[in-house]
């Protein structure tokens, strides 16, 4: 497991608590908070909180809404997926107590979303 600086953990808890989510967005973080929390150490509530950071920043850097995801055909659904996880393994790897441990932290999130993609594909 990893050690995360806990006001950041904290703090990405209430961010999460405090955001009214769409059942489709809802559904998603819940996914990804669950699976991914607790692979890293994580409980899901912050997980949820970084996961939404992650949204928000791929949103602001396509100068869109994640609604729109849904919208896009299978190959950049993929892509926005991937730019995604980038950024939650970014703002999480900005939050490990000891940043030697970024190298594990990212093999761990790499098999993590790679399950999750998985299941996802499934649907």
């Given at each position: ?48 909180g970084f ?73």
């Amino acid at each position: 497991m990893f050690e995360f600086d806990s006001g950041a953990v904290r703090d990405a808890a209430k961010a999460y608590e405090s955001i009214q989510l769409q059942p489709a967005q809802e559904a998603l973080v819940k996914d990804l908070g669950n699976l991914v929390g607790p692979k890293i150490g994580l409980d899901p509530f912050p997980c949820r909180g970084f996961w939404l950071m992650a949204v928000r920043a791929w949103q602001v850097e396509h100068a869109t809404t994640a609604d729109s995801i849904g919208a896009m055909p299978p190959e950049k659904r993929a892509a926005a997926a991937r730019e995604i996880a980038k950024h939650f393994r970014d703002i999480v790897g900005k939050q490990l107590r000891d940043p030697r441990e970024q190298s594990r932290l990212d093999r761990v999130l790499d098999d993590a979303f790679a399950h999750y993609l998985a299941r996802y594909n499934k649907r």
